[in-house]
C-alpha cells in the first residue's frame, strides 16, 4: 500500500488535491484503489479517461470487441489510426498517454455468467458501462454477492441515466434501511427481447453518452475518496458518514430542437433494498455457482 506521494505525483495531481475533501489522504486512496470498467465504448471511455487522469492505482477494462469507425463519434479514446484494434487495446493505449502511473489490467473478452465472478472479484469498485440489458442484470447480481459496489449507467438516443447501486455493500439477504438496492430492486425485469433496440438501431448522441461517463467517474471517484466501498466489519456499527444516502436516479435529456436550455437534469429518488428481490433480498437463492451454471438465464430471464 502506497503511503507517500513523489514529487511527480504531487506535481500532477495537486489541482485535484487543493479540492476540499480531498487533500494527500483522498489522493493516496485514489492511488491504492482498483476500479473495473466493464464496456470500452461510449461510457467506458470517458469514465476510464477521468479515472486515469485522477490517478485511481489500478484501472481493469473489460470488453471483447474492435474499433469501427461508426463508433468515434461519440467513443472519444478511439481514434481513426485505431479502428480494427480492439476495443481494450485502444484505450490503454491512450490512458498510458494521459498517465502512465496507473496499472491498467486488459480482459479481451466480453462478460459472461461462466467468468463474472472471477472477473470481478479482486476489484474495488465496479462500473457497468455496457449496452446490454441482460449483462446489467448479470452485473448486479455478482456486485450483490461479492459485496460490491456498483456505478451503473446506460444511454440511447437523446437520454441517460445513472445510479449508484450496492454502496455500501451489505450481505444478500440484509434488509433494513441503511440496505442500498441493487439493479433488480430498482428495475425488477428487463425488458423482453423484442423490446430492446441497440444503439446501432436507435442511434445515438456522443455528449448524451460521454455526459454519463463521466458521472459515473466522479461517483467512483467519490465512493473511493469516501471509503464508501469498504462494508462494515462484523459487529462494527455503520458510521454516520457510511449511512445511505437516497438511492437517486440521474436522467440527462438532451433536446435538439431547443435554442434554450438545451439539456436538463432530473433526479428521481429510488427505494431502498427491497425484501423480496430475487438477487438480494430476505429470501433469495442466487448463488455464484448458479449464476456459472445458468440460473438464472439472463437472455430469457
Same mark, same amino acid.
Given at each position: 500500500?502506497?503511503?507517500?506521494? =513523489?514529487?511527480?505525483?504531487?506535481?500532477? %495531481?495537486?489541482?485535484?488535491?487543493?479540492?476540499?475533501?480531498?487533500?494527500?489522504?483522498?489522493? /493516496?486512496?485514489?492511488?491504492?484503489?482498483?476500479?473495473?470498467?466493464?464496456?470500452?465504448?461510449?461510457?467506458?471511455?470517458?469514465?476510464?479517461? +477521468?479515472?486515469?487522469?485522477?490517478?485511481?492505482?489500478?484501472?481493469?477494462?473489460?470488453?471483447?470487441?474492435?474499433?469501427?469507425?461508426?463508433?468515434?463519434?461519440?467513443?472519444?479514446?478511439?481514434?481513426?489510426?485505431?479502428?480494427?484494434?480492439?476495443? #481494450?487495446? !485502444?484505450?490503454?493505449?491512450?490512458?498510458?498517454?494521459?498517465?502512465?502511473?496507473?496499472? +491498467?489490467?486488459? %480482459?479481451?473478452?466480453?462478460?459472461?455468467?461462466?467468468?463474472?465472478?472471477?472477473?470481478?472479484?479482486?476489484?474495488?469498485?465496479?462500473?457497468?458501462?455496457?449496452?446490454?440489458?441482460?449483462?446489467? %442484470?448479470?452485473? =448486479?447480481?455478482?456486485?450483490? /454477492?461479492?459485496?460490491?459496489?456498483?456505478?451503473?449507467?446506460?444511454?440511447?438516443?437523446? !437520454?441517460?441515466?445513472?445510479?449508484?447501486?450496492?454502496?455500501?455493500?451489505?450481505?444478500?439477504?440484509? #434488509?433494513?434501511?441503511?440496505?442500498?438496492?441493487? +439493479?433488480?430492486?430498482?428495475?425488477? &425485469?428487463?425488458?423482453?427481447? =423484442?423490446?430492446?433496440?441497440?444503439?446501432?438501431?436507435?442511434?445515438?448522441?456522443?455528449?448524451?453518452?460521454?455526459?454519463?461517463?463521466?458521472?459515473?467517474?466522479?461517483?467512483?471517484? &467519490?465512493?473511493? #475518496? =469516501?471509503? /464508501?466501498?469498504?462494508?462494515?466489519?462484523?459487529?462494527?456499527?455503520?458510521?454516520?458518514? &457510511?449511512?445511505?444516502?437516497?438511492?437517486?436516479?440521474?436522467? %440527462?435529456?438532451?433536446?435538439?430542437?431547443?435554442?434554450?436550455?438545451?439539456?436538463?437534469?432530473?433526479?428521481?429518488?429510488?427505494?431502498?433494498?427491497? &425484501?423480496?428481490?430475487?438477487?438480494?433480498?430476505?429470501?433469495?437463492?442466487?448463488?455464484?455457482?448458479?449464476?456459472? !451454471?445458468?440460473?438464472?438465464?439472463?437472455?430469457?430471464?
Amino acid at each position: 500500500t502506497q503511503k507517500s506521494l =513523489s514529487k511527480e505525483e504531487i506535481e500532477r %495531481y495537486s489541482r485535484q488535491m487543493i479540492v476540499p475533501g480531498m487533500g494527500k489522504e483522498g489522493q /493516496l486512496r485514489l492511488m491504492n484503489a482498483k476500479v473495473l470498467i466493464i464496456g470500452a465504448g461510449g461510457l467506458g471511455c470517458p469514465a476510464a479517461q +477521468y479515472l486515469a487522469g485522477a490517478g485511481v492505482g489500478t484501472i481493469g477494462i473489460v470488453d471483447g470487441d474492435s474499433v469501427e469507425t461508426s463508433n468515434l463519434h461519440r467513443q472519444v479514446a478511439h481514434a481513426t489510426k485505431r479502428v480494427g484494434m480492439l476495443k #481494450v487495446d !485502444s484505450l490503454i493505449t491512450h490512458l498510458i498517454e494521459i498517465n502512465p502511473l496507473p496499472v +491498467y489490467v486488459p %480482459y479481451r473478452f466480453d462478460l459472461t455468467p461462466q467468468n463474472a465472478a472471477q472477473i470481478i472479484k479482486p476489484w474495488d469498485v465496479i462500473l457497468d458501462c455496457t449496452d446490454n440489458p441482460a449483462t446489467r %442484470y448479470l452485473i =448486479s447480481d455478482v456486485c450483490v /454477492l461479492l459485496g460490491k459496489p456498483l456505478v451503473s449507467a446506460a444511454s440511447v438516443q437523446k !437520454s441517460g441515466q445513472l445510479i449508484v447501486l450496492n454502496c455500501p455493500p451489505t450481505p444478500q439477504g440484509v #434488509v433494513n434501511k441503511k440496505a442500498a438496492p441493487c +439493479y433488480r430492486c430498482c428495475f425488477k &425485469k428487463p425488458p423482453p427481447p =423484442s423490446a430492446q433496440t441497440s444503439k446501432g438501431e436507435a442511434g445515438i448522441m456522443g455528449p448524451v453518452v460521454g455526459m454519463m461517463g463521466v458521472a459515473q467517474a466522479g461517483e467512483a471517484i &467519490k465512493i473511493l #475518496v =469516501s471509503q /464508501l466501498h469498504m462494508p462494515p466489519k462484523e459487529g462494527e456499527e455503520v458510521s454516520p458518514e &457510511k449511512n445511505l444516502v437516497q438511492p437517486t436516479l440521474l436522467i %440527462y435529456t438532451y433536446d435538439l430542437n431547443s435554442a434554450i436550455g438545451p439539456y436538463s437534469f432530473r433526479a428521481l429518488k429510488m427505494g431502498g433494498r427491497k &425484501k423480496d428481490c430475487f438477487a438480494c433480498g430476505e429470501n433469495s437463492t442466487l448463488t455464484l455457482d448458479g449464476i456459472k !451454471s445458468g440460473n438464472p438465464n439472463y437472455v430469457q430471464q
